[in-house]
């Protein structure tokens, strides 16, 4: 009796310290949905910042460099900076980076 109440009191604080670790570069849940919020609605002038902030927590995330791209070439502001995330996204399979790609470089070229 005394080992299955040591083993149960064992395992729950092993799994207690198993979910209690966090992530080495967290991201703060709450810019994530602000961000998201942003984007979704088209406000992407004002994600900007947002994404910048949840970039420098996790800059290996490739799905807040595509979303953060996005909002750099829609809202106009230095869209040539939107292309090594869009090169990133592109090559972890996200075919509308192309799209995206596609759009800046045609914006820089005086086509008429």
Known sequence: ?????FLSIF???CLSLAYSQTPSKPTDQSLLNQAYQKFKIGDFYDAI??????LRENPEDVDIQFKYSICLVEAGKNPQRAIPYLKTSYKSGNVQAAFYLAKVYYGYMQLD
């Open 1 to 5: 009796m005394r080992r299955i109440v």
């Open 49 to 54: 910042p947002d994404f910048e902030s949840l």
């Open 11 to 13: 395992l729950i604080g």
